[in-house]
């Protein structure tokens, strides 16, 4: 019982201490983690091509593996200049955005019967002084000059950990002297790099898909900037349960601001609404199935989790970075029973 008691503590203290260094170092390891992620979306990519009839037999694997880095890389700098010029559009815009807001709130306050009181004056006194949407758009331009920069570092992470990536077996080998346990690590390593890897790979393949289908709802309906908010759809299909509403909660809401009409948003609404039900619901169970083994629960309260450690960021990496650690423990008799409670089934 003692050393039961003790080991809870010890883990206890482990715990917090992990926690701690993780939020502490977000602004370091955050960059990293994500590097490390992009890396096995071009493992799983590089193991999807090699399947396809025509291009996987006539390429050497160092091929595909070339030309999997270099799609992701156009795809970040793809990323960074259609946010630069989502945002320089969105400045353009914002005086019509602003009069459409007062709009609105005039509408509302006729709703509510409050025509003489207060004034159209005071109301767009008090909406423009609360929503400044000009200073909104500064600190967005901000934001995103602050992602490019991020991006940036990623793309070099990537390329230097592609690089280094043929020594890391004999570097595995080299930390230990005893063979079987130098095996076991790499089973260990493998075993995360294929499940992740091909998680990643089908999941941006389906974000990419749903970022499509919704990019062609939207520009059939008028939505300005579509393929800035198509973007931002298929960059939330990462973060499970909450990505789906938020996905289709800020498009509307932009385009309620965008035509001042409530039917119009409704209708945008019901579109995407369908759009993410055929992906949740048809889509991701078919191609993804269970292949990371997590429970729905522990997902939810992961992604609650990292979201306070590492933030939005932490939001987006809550689910490979669980399955991973999930990995690791079902690989140790004394952690063995966390990764039972932490997975789908109790099978790990």
Known sequence: MNERFRALVYG???????????????????????????????????????????????????????LATLVMLAALALLGWLAMDSVDQLLAQVPHYQAQ???????????????????????RTAVLAQVNLQRLAGSTLGWVASMIGGLTVVGLYVAFLMIERRHFDAKLDALSPDPQRGARVRRIV???????????????????????????????MGVELAPFWALVIGLLNYVPYIGSVLGVALPVLFALLQFGDLKA????????????????NLLDPYLMGSSLNLSPFVILVCLTVWTALWGVPGAFLAVPVTAS????????????????????????
């Open 325 to 348: 650690l999930v990995m690791v423990l079902a690989e140790f008799q004394g952690s063995r029973p966390i990764a039972v409670l932490l997975s789908k089934k109790g099978e790990v």
């Open 101 to 123: 807001l007062v709009s609105m709130v005039q509408q509302g306050a006729a709703l509510l019967g409050v025509e003489s009181a207060p004034s159209w004056e005071g109301i």
């Open 12 to 66: 206890t203290v482990f715990t917090v201490l992990l926690g701690w260094m993780l939020y502490i170092g977000r602004d370091i390891l955050v960059p990293i983690v994500f590097s490390v992620m992009a890396v096995y979306v071009i493992l799983g990519a590089t193991r999807l091509l090699a399947r396809i009839p025509v291009i996987g037999p006539a390429l050497p694997v160092q091929a595909l593996y070339a």
């Open 265 to 280: 948003a409704l209708v945008l609404a019901g579109a995407l609404s369908v759009v993410q039900f055929l992906n949740g």
């Open 190 to 220: 493998g075993d995360i790099n294929r499940r992740i890897g091909t998680y990643l790979a089908l999941k941006t393949l389906l974000s990419i898909l749903l970022g499509f289908v919704s990019w062609i709802v939207l520009a059939a």
